[in-house]
């Protein structure tokens, strides 16, 4: 459930290690952007919703967009951004406050961030935004899934006393973007005219080191008291050398959810 409190370490806690955040998280699959090819075009107008290190901008950059508007509202990783490329505009502000022109961008897009945005507001403001026919993508790589990931379920003891960030729900501690009917029927009832969920894949692999670095950049993680993180991040580390011998194969699932605001007749 999205709370102030959830906001308020949403927006700054990832920048205080922003380098262990870039190397760690795993790039999206080249899929994701495939299938975002019909709006993902050379000269359209792009926002980016909470970009953190820049890892999903760097490949709509890519695109030879026109224009990308990065809405970060940690400061450390918005003056980070800065340098990106000479179109790209930083907002350092949490979409509510940004101050976005309506009715100016081609394509918007969230990576692994939307459930930092309360949906009932942020949803109709990223509507808002679109030119008519425009484009929202939201997509995550769900990093922790013990529903699905023999990984994820067994470190998952370790991490039954830690502080659930918004992405994740319950004692299973299911992810957010996994809820695909909810996620859908919030973007209907924002008002897009067209919403839609794909589900992409990605085989990564990974040491024990490696995934000890992963979880390390996890909000509920590095929230923890030191001494708890060190511990937590430990076991993390002991589970993949002695029950997966050093080396983890596994298999990310990465949501994608594509709505359409309506044309003008």
Known sequence: MMTAESQRVGRHIFGADAAGYASARPHYPESLYAALAGALVPGADVFEIGP??????RRLLAADVGSLTLVEPDPVLADALGGLADNVRVVNAPLEDAGLAASAFDLGVAATSFHWVDSVRGLPMVLDLLRPGGVWAMWWTVLHDPEHDLFSRAVLPLLKDAELPPSLRGPEQRHYSLWTDDRVAEL?????AHAAHQMHEMTVRMTAAEMRALYATFSMVRRMEPQMRARVLGGIEAVG??????????RFRVPLFIARKARQA
């Open 52 to 57: 953190g290190t820049g890892q999903a901008s």
């Open 188 to 192: 209907r009832a924002a008002g897009f």
């Open 241 to 250: 050398e002695q029950g997966f011998g050093g080396v983890i194969e596994r």
